[in-house]
């Protein structure tokens, strides 16, 4: 006969005491402790990308996970940055990021502007018109007789 229970290792459990065998927890879940009788879900901004896990792994800088119980975090796509690992969020006006997976946008410089939420690129003022100093939304018309 059985003279021994034996614990399931992290990354298993077991939630009856009848069972023969531990079960793996799943992708998206993780069990950190030995003799688990349940798995945790992954917090948001976290994930596990296979079964068995004994922790969560944090997004990595420029992606995110909005839900719990996460297999793979989202990358960021141009126009938007992640400032923490839980959502992406669209650059503001004045503000730019040409590449995916930004933590921060940059400001325009001066002579160019971004005046809609997201963008991936700043734009040239048009002939007539200038921004003197960066990160502005619109340029402003060259007063009558200068260009």
Not at 23 to 33: K, P, T, V
Not at 90 to 111: D, E, H, R, W
Request: hydrophobic share 25%; glycine share 10%; proline share 4%.
């Amino acid at each position: 006969g059985v003279t021994a229970c034996t614990a399931c290792s992290p990354g298993q459990y077991m939630n009856s005491g009848s069972a023969s065998a531990c079960i793996s927890c799943s992708a998206g879940s993780f069990s950190g402790d030995s003799s688990a009788t349940s798995c945790v879900l992954c917090a948001i901004g976290s994930y596990a990308d296979s079964s068995s896990a004994t922790a969560c792994t944090s997004c990595p800088a420029g992606s995110y996970t909005n839900t719990t119980g996460a297999t793979s975090c989202y990358t960021c796509s141009k126009g938007s940055f992640s400032p923490n690992t839980t959502a992406c969020l669209p650059c503001a006006l004045g503000t730019f990021s040409s590449s995916a997976s930004s933590t921060a946008c940059s400001n325009c410089l001066a002579g160019t502007y971004s005046g809609l939420l997201g963008l991936s690129l700043c734009v040239n003022c048009s002939a007539g018109a200038y921004t003197s100093t960066p990160q502005q939304s619109s340029c402003t018309s060259c007063p009558a007789g200068s260009y």
